[in-house]
């Protein structure tokens, strides 16, 4: 429960991406979250099942990101990247994106829970890739 009022007290009672203040709970920040503060926030119950994919993104909502994404809370910042990374069909999120600054470690952090799938696809992509080369590599030299 202290995690909770943590949150609350760090997030002025507010949900800490869109500002509602009604049906807040702490949410961890993955992928390697412990039960502390910082790898944790706080946000309502709409902003959640969005995030947690129970509903469906909705962009218009995610419009409040063009504040909350300023947050000085690493990981504050780090669910407001990966949703512009959900959302960045969206013109104004790309833009976003492009502006805002994480550092080192936080960006890591922001692209951690994608990496480890994507370095799964693109290993098998890669394979594929690497035995086209040499089918086309190969082909003419052995016919002379
Ligand atoms: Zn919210």
């Known amino acids: 429960m202290s995690l909770e009022n943590d949150l609350r007290s760090r997030a002025d009672n507010k949900c800490e991406l869109c500002g509602a203040t009604e049906d807040l709970a702490a949410v961890a920040v993955g992928p390697e979250s412990d039960d502390s ?4 926030i706080l946000v309502c119950s709409t902003c959640s099942a969005q995030m947690g994919g129970t509903a469906e993104l909705d962009v218009n909502h995610w419009r409040c990101l063009n504040e909350s ?17 959900k959302l960045s069909g969206e013109a104004w999120a790309r833009d976003l994106l492009d502006t805002l600054y994480l550092d080192e470690e936080t960006l890591e952090w922001a692209q951690s829970g994608r990496r480890l799938q994507r370095m799964k696809t693109l290993s098998s992509t890669r ?6 080369f040499q089918l086309v590599i190969r082909s003419p030299s052995s016919k002379t």
Request: charged share 20%; net charge positive.
């Open 37 to 40: 503060a910082e790898k944790s």
């Open 69 to 85: 994404a300023w947050s000085t809370e690493p990981a504050v910042q780090v669910t407001a990247w990966r949703l512009l990374n």
């Open 127 to 132: 394979t594929r890739t690497v035995q086209c």
